[in-house]
């Protein structure tokens, strides 16, 4: 294994596969940074011009340094690494460079760090940026929805999200569950907007990504029956008079 967490000798060798990823404490400072800036432009002399253009980019921001300060790989990362490292290396999508060995149920995920499996340092790198970049597009959908419904807290909404760490916690661990909640927050917003068909093509990716989206897909497909017999039912009802 690139990775072996029982040797003290190795302590060293792990720090360094870090090293090209932003310390957590980096992303509290930038955190601290940004309060203090978003009480600065909600201040009595600013209130009136700085508000709308705070309002779209903050989010963004808050999510950034929240991700870097919550970020964290665990062994069974550097387990589910191993296989895409293997592959770049060795040609064997597997735990072992030697043989056959499977040792992750997140194929998809993992083939995307494909282009980030030369070095060890480059895999969490990747690992970190593919993490990061399935939260941005998260956010961009929900903002987006935000904005088409024209919510009057919009921004502060989004804020909330970019800032929860159950929300965060979901793209920051390095597992995939990013790239599954991408499409299960696609495919409820498109249901919540009548766009049925975008609805059924998300929810139907989800158990390519991982065995687990299938229970899902099936929660989103009864949501979306609900959806369109209650849509049903209104037309109906108008029909009468």
């Known amino acids: 294994m690139i990775f072996d967490y029982r040797r003290a000798e190795e302590v060293a060798y792990w720090s360094e596969t870090f090293a090209l990823i932003p310390s957590f404490t980096w992303g509290y400072y930038a955190l601290l940074l940004l309060f203090l800036v978003t009480a600065f432009a909600y201040s009595e002399r600013f209130g009136a011009t700085m508000p709308a253009m705070v309002g779209r980019v903050l989010p963004y921001l808050l999510y950034a340094a929240t991700f870097v300060a919550w970020y964290g790989a665990s062994d069974e990362v550097a387990v ?5 490292y293997n592959f770049y290396h060795h040609g064997l999508f597997s735990m072992s460079p030697t043989g056959k060995v499977d040792g992750t149920i997140e194929f998809v995920y993992y083939a995307l760090h494909y282009p980030f499996a030369a070095t060890p340092q480059l895999l969490f790198a990747g690992n970190f940026l593919i993490g990061a970049t399935a939260g941005v597009v998260c956010l961009a959908i929900y903002d987006r929805w935000l ?21 965060i916690g979901v793209f920051a661990t390095g597992f995939g569950n990013g790239l599954l909640g991408i499409f299960i927050l696609l495919s409820a917003i498109s249901i919540c907007r009548g766009r049925y068909t975008l609805a059924l093509l998300a929810s139907g990716v989800l158990p390519l990504i991982r065995p687990d989206g299938l229970a899902w897909s099936l929660v989103l497909m009864t949501l979306l029956l609900c959806y369109v017999i209650r849509q049903r039912q209104l037309d109906g009802l108008k029909a009468l008079g």
Do not use: D, G, K
């Open 147 to 167: 904005a088409v419904e024209r919510h009057q807290y919009r921004w502060f909404l989004a804020s909330l999200f970019a800032l929860s760490y159950p929300v």
């Open 80 to 84: 589910n690494l191993e296989h895409i």
